[in-house]
């Protein structure tokens, strides 16, 4: 059974640091390319930030550009959200997501190339 288990979310003043994680336990998670979205309240799921396979290639919002450091540990099948300079308009729950075919080694910016998901953790920036 295939699970993604985010942890690190809470709340945190802005300008503060968080550092997210997702255990994977895909059999073929080095295959997978791995990704974070987030979403609002009362908001559509926005994409974050994804991680190709080989974590050669590397893809980030606009909106977290610069702030945010996705990176993946193959040998622990865990992929990791740092994320510096939070700023409340980034309170929003987190989800781990994980395309088990990234043949181009390319990465996926679409919620529909995401066959697992996690449950979420909740991320809140005060002001």
């Known amino acids: 059974q295939v699970q993604l288990v985010e942890s690190g979310g809470g709340l945190v003043q802005a300008g503060g640091s968080l550092r997210l994680s997702c255990a994977v336990s895909?059999?073929?998670?080095?295959?997978?390319?791995m990704a974070w979205f987030r979403q609002a309240p009362g908001k559509e799921r926005e994409f974050v930030t994804t991680i190709s396979r080989s974590g050669g290639n590397i893809y980030y919002a606009g909106s977290v550009k610069g702030r945010f450091t996705i990176s993946r540990d193959n040998a622990k099948n865990t992929v990791y959200l740092q994320m510096n300079s939070l700023k409340p308009e980034d309170t929003a729950v987190y989800y781990c997501a994980a395309d088990s075919s990234d043949p181009l080694d390319s990465g996926a910016q679409s919620d529909s190339d995401y066959d697992y998901w996690g449950q979420g953790t909740q991320v809140t920036v005060s002001s």
């Open positions: 895909l059999p073929f998670f080095s295959r997978s390319a």
